[in-house]
């Protein structure tokens, strides 16, 4: 078993890596980043977590079904790329809106933000999903 | 009906008759024999319905459109020579068909058997109506396959399978060298179509002076002999004996075995007046004569002596039909023909006295058997006859068909002058006096002398009618065509003559023409076949010894060695060739690699390397690739794992620096995480592992493993340093519109990622495909074990 | 622009990677494997065709709304000259190439994702043979 | 609840730091994102125990001390480091030393731990199982007990203040 | 101007002690003293020079985002250190023929495994 | 002035690197590698800050803010190997 | 549905990619799966169909996604690509069908279909693309995807997970290496022509080489390709991996190696050797054609010596890409026709082989066939059905294996390639001799040893098992006997790879937005 020390940093830590696994993803399209980048993020810091307190025991509060999270990844980027068909324009064809928000003002929404969306699920399940199946079988 | 109507039907409808058998079988009960019967006698009645448009001098040919884009159509072509094969196949089939309900117990699996002697028919008889070569391949190939099938009828047999093995490998095998001679013959004469090349004198001399001629003639020609079992392809004649008796009197005497002789004749006229063609034909017809004859007299098994004088009398006909000049391309033609008529009659008919004493005695060995006359006088007789049609004993059809060889082979010789004037007549004699000898040794062997004391069942009589009646009707023919030979001449003979040798043919074949060098060569051959036949023992005895002591002089003894070893053989290519390790398929890869870059770059490299190369690198940078290197060489060369991974993940953070200095922050990021989790994936798998494992190199692998990292290397460095000159003008990349449009169409600042999930977003869509392919893979590979367990 | 000691250091790494992929070890493979997947990556980004000194994000906005082309050259010519340049000569641009980056990045997922399997399969195959020695794993030759 | 109002608040202020820009607008949107991290984990961060924003920010100035001693000893840290790696001939006398500690909340051993190793000479080695000793490595560790006192004086003192 | 020169002093020093950091690395003894300098003297480098951007770029992204990483170092870098000389020590890395005293030792000796062969 | 001081702070940084690859490749122990790889990251995350200041970019200040988390991942996670043999 | 038409080619991708996700979410409901598997995999073995109409028709097809013409990806549906398409579709559909009642319950709802989406995705994604990275990234699609089925349970299971695990090592490191080579080349002619679009490339080479600026390393590059689409097809000295893989593979997922994944190799060589470097072909013939011989002999002589039945038939897929191959190292319109021709014979026979050959594993309880024997008795469809599949395979009529060999041997020798035919001839005499002596060694002889194999099983093959193979064996029958229709379609397709204009013309044609 790992040490207290460890323990309490990794915690402390968890909330704020994947803070910024977010921050990446979302500012993707602009800076550097994006869903993959945003994905492994969020990815290491479960595997740290794993790591430091022990598969079993962080299973026994939080078991996701990483299986999901990549099968919702791949059908979110896939539905996003299809969606473009339902709105008469060939596969994976992008949308760019600036829409304005109460309180943040000006806010580009882009299609292909969603599918950077589908990006970090599969690679955060993915990922995940080997992890704990390999962490599992023993 | 017109007669092509009637020719297509004749081929088809043995097939649709015998597909829909499995559909009718239940219906039909224990007549399904008498229903196969019905079906070849359609068939012969259709092949009457058309013969006298040909017995007047006609030919039928028509196509129906089937490959056009290939040139080929389902195309059938009737002369003399195809509707005398039709009726000898039509007509033996209902003989036989009708044989077979005596023949065949009913607990045999009776719709099979049908099924595939229909099939059988259907095949043969679109052979010999094919109007173009790979039609005739087609069904060619299915007389192969049937014949297989019918050969192992008894599946279990491991005789049968060995049979059936080998007539399929000879004759299939034989058969695509003749489609490959018929490739070439299209190569040379730009057509498939039978009728066209024989009616074109100019395509046949454009054949003749072309170079490929003997190529093609000796193609086809190897297609012929495996299937007439000729020269050294005889072998798997006797072995296809293990099929039922019915059947071998059907396909292994009477009607397959002669498609190399229908062949030989139906390609007579485009080959023939050659030297090659009779050195080859005649050539290997006569040594294949001489041969069987002999082996057939050596024989104990009824079938089997029937089985080689099988293959002696196909060789006579193949000789004959050999006998050819310049001037005289056709010497043989009318005898051979006749011949084969003559032989489809009496060896038909002995075979089914083969089947009916095997049936009654339980046994196929001569040696075994003994006077049986009194028990079955009927049967006596039968055979009788047909054994002595066979021997060439007046006033049977056979006696004329040999006296006009003898006459061929006299006047071949003398046109070929000394020494072939004495020589081809005279082993045209010796063969004759094997077939006498052998004749003689088959009547006197069951029937003949006294019955042996044990062995025997005790009652044996003579069959039924249902399986007398179609010897009874052949030995009818036999007699009928020694008495009236002008019947067969005019009908059959003549118009296939003439077809052969595509003109008008008129034949006077009487008993009776005097005291002519063939009558001589007749009384010849019985003195000395009586003669071989009393000195039978001594000949055995020599036999044997010359057997004994020279193995390697049978053909079937490179058969076996071949097949039987062709496991071990090939055992050891491949346990060679797929040795197991990876290490001998990544070297494979890596030189195929090597050899196809070297290949342009020694036939059209003036200078491996550009002239300008470019050192302006910032120092920072050149210090980091040498980091680099260090930390590959450590990852390559620290002995244990962990310290390795430990080394190839600095390499991993190097590389990302370099990405930095590249200006490529995405790409650092992304290498600085995966750099990271694999990391962590490799201390996940090494888990179990432990770090025991020390690979001893030797200095003769250290070298040629150094020296092909280093060719790997060089042509990487080639490649990169000539690839990486720059976009010949005036071409320019695509990245230029990513840069210009990435933000204004694609509303991204990073032009990077725009290209990611916009530009090339369907790339993306396939890498995260891929990564979802890993988890699941790794799923199942953990899932795997855990069901073993 | 040809960068010679960079192509000469990855053809370096080629050679290194080529050699442990020769091994014997079966970890040893797929170190070297990864080696391979780093030199390749290099040499995907060092085939960037042009020689720009910024990083391919756009940094001054250049006004957000404005959903047109800038570039009236990208109309395509093809059509009309199919052989015509994309670009005129000349013509360059401050940015590095940003789709060889792109690439990249691509191969580096994939290789991650195949390096994670053939990892967990190496655990597997030890698990099954008790070895890592690549030359016991011959139960399928011939 | 409160949990969740102070860790917003925290990971809001994260957000600007991780984001580049200090905004209200990104503090706003990260207090938005926050609870939806924490809360599949809660059980790690003790929602059980009682939380009051006064006794944080009583804190405050403790932990503002603590800093400032922190960065102290850190530069003297270095300075006693520095010297000993820039010897001609490095002479040390090292060991691992065994160092008691007051300390009982998890944040304050992990802060006393780390101000430990940030601090002269010393690097945390372990914890003991019953987390009453500390197993400090020293580069100086010829008086293992005025280690100890030094610990326990000069640096423990603040954590409690600032952590406890 | 004096924030220039200060930022430049605080950059020279910390890639000083950097530089330092790295030099002890190679020639201290043993893993546990080399975990000092890298650790101590290290973060302090790594932790100037992100100040001294701090300082030339004032709370501008690259600013704000340099204190980050300095704030991160120096929450992460202890530990990191303790993890490993904890392993080392568990793995049965002995130390240096200097040391004076291990009390560790005799409180983990049961936990320590055998030390593989290197 | 500036982008000179910075120029030469990376070639003395990349020259810092050199020790840490020492202990890489040298060790002796595991332990020792792993606490070179974890400085040479620290340098690394240094040499960013420093190209990010002279290329005037932020981009690169975000792989510095990313390789500090991750190599305290790495870090943790081989030394956990090294301790128990197993990571999960 | 005629706003779909356009859409074709991308759908035949992204659906089953849509359902590889949707398979995912589904684990908890195998009934909902094989519904919607089996409709999913009709419905796409119908458009694949409609495509092949739609190119038949109205010419090559192609289909930006994302509209972003050739600065983008952009999927191209010709008659090669579409008719590849179909193929795929329609062995997928059935290697699909008998998969579910082959593929062990758990296995298959947990992971089995959406690898097996994806890997149709894969091939149908290669077959379509007209980018030569993004046939990179689906290439190891194919990879990764055929991997994760070579090691799915079957039921029964009568092969060793370890030799599934050998087996996908060997095959998994091997593409490595050619992925590695593959993005070498591809990166190389992206810095020698600034584009990943084949037709682009193809544009831009011609260009070069008509202005006489071809630089020499472009001849290198092409070369490179050779190895990189060798491997996937397996042709010698890059076939190794086949005999380990095939026969290890589940009996349906052997079907889809074998029956159309090697065939991405041939169908890479010909669209890039044709597109892209026709300057090329000068060298490229010679050597694929000495290749293709040593495939055919090794692969051959190797079967000979195999007592596995899947291993034989996977050494006979390397033997018969040989002639594939050959076919196309002839070249013109007749040699790449006889190809065709001789591919999707190949094919259907292969598969069907396959699958028969599950069957019999089943039965029989082992691959040894030394431990089979008098089968013919308790297996007479199986019998029936690996007799019609051997006589294919070893070019006997009336099956369509004959036709192909025909056509192949027609096109050496109007082509004067005697000595290459001659090879070839003498090695398909080997084909008939191991093909039959599998069958005779299986089915016919004495039935094996029961006290010390046990008797075979008396389970009877289901429907689902049966109607895949029933309907392979109808397409190897009927293409034998009346094959003109797809003898038109590969002169078509041999006359369109020839010309690479319309190609071009179909993919450069566009109006970028
Ligand atoms: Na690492
Ligand atoms: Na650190």
Redesign the pocket.
């Known amino acids: 078993m790992t040490t207290l020390i460890t323990k309490t940093i990794t915690k402390i830590c968890l909330p704020l890596v994947i803070l910024f696994s977010i921050s990446l993803l979302l500012a993707g399209h602009n800076n550097p980043g994006g869903g993959f980048i945003g994905g492994v993020m969020f990815a290491s810091v479960i595997a740290l977590t794993y790591v430091v307190y022990g598969l079993d025991y962080i299973k026994s509060f939080f078991d996701p079904d990483w299986g999901n999270w990549f099968g919702f990844g791949l059908l979110l980027a896939s539905v996003t790329a299809f969606a473009a068909i339902a709105f008469s324009h060939n596969f994976f064809r992008s949308a760019v809106e600036f829409i304005h928000l109460p309180f943040f003002g000006e806010v580009e929404l882009v299609s292909a933000g969603l599918f950077d969306i589908g990006v970090y699920f599969v690679v955060i399940g993915g990922l995940l999903f080997i992890f704990k199946n390999v962490g599992d079988d023993r | 009906m017109d007669s092509f109507t009637a020719i297509t039907l004749a081929v088809f409808l043995p097939f649709i008759l015998a597909g829909i058998l499995p559909a009718i079988e239940k219906l039909l009960k224990e007549k399904i024999g008498w229903y196969a019967s019905a079906v070849a006698f359609m068939s012969l009645l259709l092949v009457a319905q058309a013969a006298p448009e040909i017995i007047h001098g006609g030919t039928i040919q028509k196509s129906i459109e089937w490959l056009p884009s290939m040139g080929i159509n389902l195309s059938f072509y009737a002369d003399g020579l195809s509707i005398m094969f039709g009726f000898i196949v039509s007509g033996i089939g209902v003989i036989i068909m009708s044989y077979s309900n005596g023949y065949m117990s009913k607990k045999e699996d009776l719709p099979r058997y049908y099924q595939q002697l229909l099939f059988f028919m259907g095949s043969m008889l679109g052979m010999v109506f094919s109007a173009n070569t790979i039609q005739l391949f087609i069904f060619w190939e299915l007389t192969s396959i049937t014949s297989f099938m019918l050969i192992g009828y008894w599946r279990n047999r491991p005789m049968s399978v060995y049979g059936a093995t080998k007539s399929l490998l000879i004759t299939a095998a034989g058969g695509l060298f003749m489609l490959a001679g018929f490739l070439v013959l299209h190569a040379i004469t730009g057509t498939f179509d039978i009728p066209t090349i024989l009616q074109n004198e100019s395509i046949r001399d454009i054949l003749h002076s072309h170079e490929l001629f003997i190529l093609t003639l000796v193609l086809i020609f190897i297609g012929a002999a495996s299937k007439s079992a000729q020269g050294p392809f005889y072998i798997w004649l006797p072995n296809a004996m293990e099929a039922p008796t019915p059947v071998s009197a059907f396909l292994h005497s009477a009607t397959m075995v002669k498609a190399g002789i229908y062949l030989i004749a139906r390609i007579h006229p485009i080959f023939s007046g050659t030297d090659a063609w009779f050195f080859l034909v005649s050539g290997v017809g006569i040594f294949t004569m001489l041969l069987a004859g002999f082996l057939a007299f050596r024989q104990t098994d009824i079938k089997g002596i029937l089985a080689y004088s099988t293959i002696s009398q196909l060789a006579y006909i193949m000789t004959m039909y050999g006998y050819t000049t310049h001037h005289e391309p056709g010497i043989g033609v009318a005898a051979a023909t006749f011949h084969l008529l003559n032989h489809a009659t009496f060896k038909a008919c002995l075979f089914l006295v083969a089947g009916i004493v095997a049936h009654e005695t339980a046994t196929r060995d001569i040696t075994k058997m003994g006077g049986l006359r009194k028990e079955m006088p009927i049967t006596f007789i039968v055979a009788t006859i047909g054994a002595l049609s066979m021997a060439g004993i007046p006033p049977l059809n056979g006696f004329l068909s040999k006296e006009m060889f003898y006459e061929a082979s006299v006047e071949m010789g003398s046109l070929l002058g000394s020494p072939y004037n004495i020589l081809i007549p005279a082993l045209a004699v010796l063969g004759g006096v094997f077939t006498f000898a052998y004749s003689i040794k088959l009547i006197d062997g069951i029937f003949l002398g006294k019955r042996p004391s044990k062995g025997l069942p005790e009652h044996i009589h003579d069959p039924s009618m249902v399986m007398l009646a179609p010897a009874i009707f052949l030995v009818g023919l036999i007699v009928l065509f020694g008495l009236v030979p002008s019947i067969p001449v005019h009908n059959f003979i003549e118009p296939t003559v003439s077809g052969i040798l595509l003109q008008e043919a008129h034949l006077h074949i009487k008993l009776w023409h005097g005291f002519t060098a063939p009558l001589f060569m007749t009384i010849v051959t019985f003195i000395l076949g009586i003669l071989t036949y009393t000195q039978y023992s001594r000949i055995a005895e020599w036999q044997n010894k010359f057997n004994a002591r020279f193995p390697w002089i049978s053909v079937n003894y490179y058969y076996d060695a071949a097949v039987d070893n062709a496991k071990n053989v090939t055992s050891k290519f491949s346990n060679r060739m797929q040795p197991g390790p990876i290490k001998t398929y990544m070297l494979a890869l890596l030189l195929l690699t090597i050899t196809m870059f070297a290949i342009p770059a020694i036939l059209l490299a003036s200078s491996l390397l550009p002239s300008d190369l470019n050192f302006d690198i910032p120092l920072y940078e050149i210090i980091i690739y040498l980091f680099m290197i260090i930390a590959a060489l450590g990852a390559a060369m620290l002995p244990r794992y962990v310290p390795a991974i430990?080394s190839i993940?600095g390499l991993?953070?190097l590389v990302a620096l370099l990405f930095i200095y590249l200006q490529a922050p995405d790409l650092a990021l992304t290498q600085v995480l995966v750099?990271?989790l694999?990391?962590?994936i490799f201390l996940l798998a090494i888990v179990k592992i432990p770090q025991k494992f020390k690979e001893h190199i030797t200095k003769a692998t250290l070298t040629k493993d150094l020296l092909i990292s280093a060719t790997v290397a060089s042509i990487v460095f080639i490649l990169l340093i000539n690839a990486t000159q720059g976009i010949v003008p005036p071409f320019e990349s695509l990245s230029h519109y990513f840069i210009e449009n990435s933000l204004p169409l694609a509303g991204g600042h990073n032009i990077v990622n725009v290209i990611i999930v916009d530009f090339r977003g369907y790339d993306t869509l396939g890498e995260i495909a891929v990564l979802c392919l890993a988890a699941l893979g790794v799923y199942n590979l953990i899932q795997s074990r855990s069901d073993d367990e | 622009m040809n960068n010679t000691l960079l192509s000469l250091t990855i053809a370096i790494l080629f050679g290194i990677g080529t050699f442990l992929i020769l091994r014997r070890d079966i970890v040893r493979v797929i170190i070297g494997l990864g080696i391979l997947s780093h030199a390749v990556n290099l040499l995907i980004v060092s085939t960037g065709v042009f020689a720009g000194t910024k990083v391919p994000i756009i940094v001054d906005d250049g006004g957000h709304g404005a959903v047109e082309a800038t570039g009236s050259i990208f109309t395509d010519t093809l059509s009309l000259n199919i052989l015509a340049p994309v670009l005129a000569a000349g013509h360059h641009t401050d940015y590095v190439d940003p789709l060889v980056q792109a690439l990249v990045l691509t191969a580096i997922v994939i290789s991650l994702a195949t390096t994670a399997f053939i990892l967990i399969l190496a655990y597997r195959i030890y698990e099954e043979y008790g070895t890592t020695d690549l030359k016991e794993l011959r139960r399928l030759w011939g | 609840m409160k949990r969740y109002i102070a860790y917003s608040a925290i990971l809001g202020v994260v957000w600007c730091f991780v984001h580049g820009t200090v905004s209200i607008n990104n503090f706003v949107l990260g207090v938005i994102i926050a609870p939806f991290i924490i809360r599949p984990f809660k059980s790690l961060f003790r929602f059980d125990t009682e939380f009051s924003f006064g006794n944080a920010i009583k804190k405050i100035p403790a932990q503002v001390k603590y800093m400032y001693v922190l960065f102290k000893e850190i530069i003297k840290a270095n300075i006693v480091v520095a010297k000993i790696v820039l010897q001609p001939k490095i002479n040390i006398k090292p060991g691992i030393v065994a160092i008691p500690i007051r300390t009982k909340t998890d944040l304050g051993i992990t802060a006393i731990a780390n101000t430990i190793t940030l601090t002269p000479g010393t690097l945390t080695i372990d914890i003991s199982e019953d987390r009453s000793v500390l197993y400090v490595h020293a580069i100086d560790a010829t008086d293992p007990e005025g280690l100890a006192r030094s610990i326990r004086d000069d640096l423990e003192k603040y954590v409690l203040e600032a952590f406890e | 101007m004096v924030l220039e020169i200060l930022s430049n002093v605080v950059l020279v020093i910390g890639l000083f002690f950097v530089f330092l950091a790295m030099l002890g690395l190679a020639r201290l003894p043993d893993v546990y003293n080399r975990l000092h300098t890298t650790t101590k003297i290290g973060t302090l480098g790594a932790f100037g020079v992100m100040f001294s951007i701090l300082l030339k770029v004032g709370f501008s992204p690259i600013g704000v985002k340099a204190l980050t990483v300095a704030i991160f170092i120096l929450v992460t870098a202890p530990v990191a250190a303790h993890m490993i000389g904890r392993a080392a020590h568990r793995h049965g890395v002995g130390l240096c023929k200097e040391s004076v005293i291990d009390e560790y030792g005799r409180a983990c000796s049961a936990a320590c495994p055998e030390k593989e062969d290197e | 002035m500036n982008s000179m001081l910075l120029e030469y702070s990376l070639i003395f940084m990349v020259i810092a690197i050199i020790p840490c690859l020492y202990r890489i490749i040298k060790g002796p122990t595991i332990p020792d590698r792993v606490v070179a790889?974890d400085a040479m990251t620290t340098v690394i995350v240094v040499m960013l800050g420093i190209y990010s200041f002279v290329k005037g970019s932020v981009f690169f200040m975000d792989v510095a803010l990313v390789l500090a988390i991750i190599?305290f991942v790495?870090a943790v996670t081989?030394s956990k190997y090294l301790d128990e043999g197993v990571i999960l | 549905m005629i706003a779909l038409a356009v859409h074709l080619p991308i759908l035949l991708v992204a659906t089953p990619i849509l359902t590889a996700a949707l398979m995912l979410f589904l684990r908890k409901q195998p009934a909902i799966q094989k519904l919607l598997s089996i409709s999913v995999f009709f419905i796409l073995a119908i458009v694949s169909v409609l495509m092949l109409l739609q190119v038949w028709s109205s010419g090559i097809q192609a289909y930006e996604v994302g509209e972003w013409g050739k600065y983008g990806i952009i999927l191209v549906a010709d008659l090669l690509s579409s008719g590849m398409v179909v193929l795929t579709s329609i062995v997928s559909f059935l290697a699909l069908v008998y998969s579910l009642d082959y593929i062990e319950e758990k296995s298959l709802s947990a992971s089995y279909y959406p690898l097996f989406s994806l890997l149709v995705a894969g091939l149908n994604g290669s077959f379509l693309t007209g980018d030569i990275f993004n046939l990179f990234v689906f290439f190891e699609i194919l990879l990764l995807s055929s991997c994760g089925l070579v090691i799915a349970n079957e039921k029964g299971g009568v092969t060793k997970s370890s030799d599934k695990m050998e087996a996908t090592f060997k095959y998994l490191v091997l593409n490595m290496l050619s992925s590695i080579v593959m993005l070498i080349a591809v990166a190389s002619l992206y810095a020698t022509t600034g584009t990943l679009n084949m037709a682009d490339i193809s544009v831009k080479l011609s260009a070069m080489s008509a202005a006489g600026t071809l630089p020499w390393h472009v001849f290198g590059i092409a070369l490179m390709f050779i190895v990189v689409f060798g491997n996937k097809a397996a042709i010698f000295p890059l076939h190794y991996w086949l005999p380990d893989v095939h026969p290890t593979a589940p009996s349906p997922i052997s079907a889809m190696l074998s029956g159309v994944l090697i065939k991405v190799g041939a169908y890479g060589m010909l669209r890039v050797f044709f597109l892209i470097f026709p300057d090329t072909l000068y060298l490229f013939k010679p050597v694929i054609i000495y290749l293709a011989l040593a495939t055919i002999v090794v692969g051959a002589i190797s079967a000979v010596a195999q007592t596995d039945v899947k291993r034989l038939l996977a050494y006979s897929s390397v033997s018969q890409i040989g002639y594939v191959f050959l076919g196309i190292g002839f070249g013109g319109v007749y040699g790449i026709a006889a190809a065709l021709v001789y591919l999707v014979n190949h094919a259907l026979a292969k598969s069907m082989l396959f699958l028969t050959s599950g069957g019999i594993i089943h039965h029989a309880g082992t691959r040894d066939m030394r431990k089979m024997g008098g089968m013919v008795d308790s297996a007479p469809f199986m019998s029936l059905m690996f007799l019609t599949g051997a006589m294919s395979i070893a070019g006997l009529p009336p099956m369509g294996g004959f036709i192909a060999k025909f056509q192949l041997f027609d096109a050496g020798i109007s082509g004067e390639y005697y000595f290459e035919v001659a090879i070839a001839l003498l090695f398909a005499i080997f084909t008939i001799f191991y093909m039959f002596r599998a069958m005779l060694l299986m089915f016919w002889g004495e039935k094996r040893d029961v006290n010390e194999y046990g008797e075979y099983s008396t389970h009877g093959t289901s429907s689902l098992i049966a109607l895949p193979i029933i309907v392979l064996a109808l397409g190897v029958v009927i293409f034998g006997l009346y094959a003109e229709p797809l003898i038109t379609f590969a002169n078509a397709t041999a006359n369109q790879i020839l010309d690479p204009q319309p190609y071009i013309d179909a993919v450069m044609t566009r109006v970028v937005r």
Do not use: H
Request: proline share 0%.
């Open positions: 430990i993940s991993g953070y750099e990271t694999s990391t962590i | 790889l190599s790495g081989i």
